[in-house]
């Protein structure tokens, strides 16, 4: 059964760990991702992004295929299904599809409007006992098409929207979506130790967590992260996987065109992507 993200999180922020956000594109990332939260023992929280909705069929399919891996695999630790980087009607569609958990990024809207917006969805939320996360300060890179370079959100403004009731604040510390390029500056602990200061209790979320140094990411989950988003890493885990594959001429061999196939050593590059993350992040034996 699908869980919401509060206490799941609450719980790693406290206990100075955080859980994985792992997002998924298909059935090999979803099965990869549950099999190996269940034998870590660790909570995890599946990250689901619009263009990666439609690309899957729309929410529902993904709650009806989630739900069902759930319960064929046996899965008991807390899993929670959460829509990434959502938009104000987005939110509203996978609250409807059965989601546990969804993002609203209003990041892009001036502060008042973000705040008006997340107050209605915090209502929404706490009535069907759902989590939400909202953002403040864009979080640079790509994500589904809009670029960013990676700002650094306003403390007082973390605080306004802290204050509303959400359940997780993700909050640009410097932070991108995708490969960082080599000239990067590296996270701005200050600007997080002062959101950390004003938001208390909150769960931090740190997106782009795909080329972040481990001593960076540590740093960031004593300072109060206690979600972080992994999504490019497991790409291209999963592509240089199924290339190796491909270039060894194993689909020549034999049935080795199976589809089947074909997906099992990426997909086997997914889980040790997801093991060691969750091995970074300190959740291992926390669910």
């Not at 960076?216 to 490019?232: Q, Y």
């Amino acid at each position: 059964m699908l869980v919401s993200a509060k206490e799941m999180l609450t719980k790693a922020k406290a206990g100075k760990y955080a859980v994985g956000q792992f997002n998924i594109n298909n059935l090999e990332w979803t099965k990869a991702i549950l099999l190996t939260a269940q034998e870590m023992n660790s909570p995890v929280i599946l990250g689901v992004s619009e263009g990666a909705g439609k690309y899957m069929c729309g929410y529902t399919t993904i709650v009806g295929m989630v739900n069902g891996m759930i319960k064929e695999l046996n899965i008991t630790v807390p899993v929670a299904l959460h829509l990434d980087h959502g938009s104000y009607e987005g939110c509203y569609k996978c609250i409807e599809a059965g989601f546990s958990s969804v993002m609203f990024d209003g990041s892009h809207y001036p502060i008042d409007e973000n705040v008006a917006k997340t107050s209605e969805l915090v209502k929404v939320c706490a009535e069907k006992g759902l989590s939400l996360e909202a953002e403040v300060g864009a979080i640079g890179g790509e994500e589904d098409g809009v670029v960013g370079t990676g700002e650094c959100a306003d403390p007082a403004e973390c605080k306004m929207i802290a204050d509303l009731g959400v359940t997780m604040l993700a909050a640009g510390i410097g932070n991108i979506h995708g490969k960082y390029p080599a000239n990067w500056q590296g996270l701005s602990f200050d600007t997080l130790d002062a959101i950390q200061q004003k938001t208390g209790d909150m769960p931090l979320v740190l997106h782009g967590g795909t080329g972040i140094p481990e001593d960076m990411i540590k740093k960031a989950i004593s300072l109060g992260v206690a979600k972080i988003n992994v999504n490019t890493e497991c790409q291209l885990a999963f592509a240089a996987a199924t290339r190796k594959y491909i270039e060894d001429g194993k689909d020549l061999q034999g049935k080795g065109f199976d589809p089947r196939k074909v997906l099992a050593p990426g997909f086997e590059a997914i889980k040790a992507t997801v093991k060691e993350k969750m091995e970074l992040f300190g959740s291992v034996g926390k669910a």
